[in-house]
C-alpha cells in the first residue's frame, strides 16, 4: 500500500460519491475485502470508513448478509420529507431576512438559466442541487446548513429523481420562482410557505417511485 493511500475520512467520502453516483446502491453489500481491493488499501482504512458510514445510517447490518446499504421503506421517506420541509421552510424565511444583494443575484441567475433549460434533465439535475445549496448558505444560519447536510445524505438512499419527469422538472422550476420572488420581496411568510411548499410536492412525486 502506498504512503499517499486514502485515509478512513477519505475512504468515507469515497464511498458517499459512490452511494451519490449510484455505483453503490441500496441494497447492495459492503464486504470489507472487495472495497480494499477496489480502493487498493487495506482493510483498515475501509473498516474506519465503513463505522463513519454506518453512523450516519448509510450502513447497516443484516443478519446473514453483514453490513449493506439500506433501503428506505414508505414511512421513512414521509419522515425524511416531513423533515425535509421543516428544514427548507425555515431557510427559505432566513434567506429572506438575511440574504445579501449578491446572494440573491445567484438564486436568480440559477433560476434564470434553468428556466431556459428546461427540457436539459440531467443538466437541472446538477443546477437543482446547486440552486438549494446556495439557498440555504443564504439562511446564514450555519447550524440549520448543518442539519440539512447531514439529511441531504439520507436523501441519497432514494431511488432516481423526480426531475426526470419533464412535468415535475417545469413545476419544480416554478416553485423555485416563487421562493426566488419571496426572498427578493423579504418576505419571510411568504419564502417559508413557499420552500415548505415546493418540498411537499416534491414528496408527493417521489412517492410515485414506491407504488
Do not use: W
Not at 17 to 28: D, F, M, V
Not at 97 to 122: G, M, R, Y
Not at 195 to 203: L, P, S, V, Y
Amino acid at each position: 500500500m502506498s504512503v499517499n493511500s486514502p485515509n478512513g475520512a477519505e475512504i468515507y467520502k469515497m464511498l458517499i460519491k459512490a452511494i451519490e453516483t449510484r455505483e453503490l446502491k441500496p441494497g447492495n453489500r459492503l464486504r470489507e475485502a472487495e472495497l480494499a481491493e477496489r480502493f487498493g488499501v487495506s482493510r483498515t482504512p475501509i473498516r474506519e470508513g465503513l463505522k463513519r458510514l454506518e453512523a450516519q445510517g448509510l450502513a447497516v447490518h443484516e443478519p446473514n448478509r453483514g453490513m449493506v446499504i439500506p433501503s428506505l421503506d414508505h414511512n421513512q421517506i414521509s419522515e425524511l420529507y416531513f423533515l425535509r420541509e421543516v428544514l427548507e421552510g425555515t431557510a427559505g424565511r432566513l434567506a429572506a431576512q438575511h440574504a445579501s444583494e449578491a446572494e440573491i443575484e445567484i438564486l436568480q441567475e440559477l433560476l434564470e438559466n434553468d428556466q431556459k433549460n428546461l427540457a436539459d434533465a440531467q443538466l437541472l439535475i446538477r443546477t437543482n442541487r446547486e440552486f438549494h445549496r446556495r439557498l440555504y448558505l443564504a439562511s446564514h444560519n450555519r447550524y440549520l446548513v448543518e442539519q440539512i447536510d447531514h439529511m441531504r445524505l439520507s436523501l441519497l438512499l432514494l431511488a432516481g429523481t423526480t426531475l426526470n419527469d419533464d412535468d415535475r422538472r417545469k413545476i419544480a422550476i416554478d416553485e423555485h420562482e416563487e421562493i426566488v420572488e419571496a426572498i427578493v420581496k423579504r418576505d419571510c411568510e411568504r419564502a417559508d410557505k413557499a420552500a415548505r411548499h415546493h418540498i411537499a410536492e416534491a414528496h408527493k412525486a417521489r412517492l410515485k417511485f414506491y407504488i
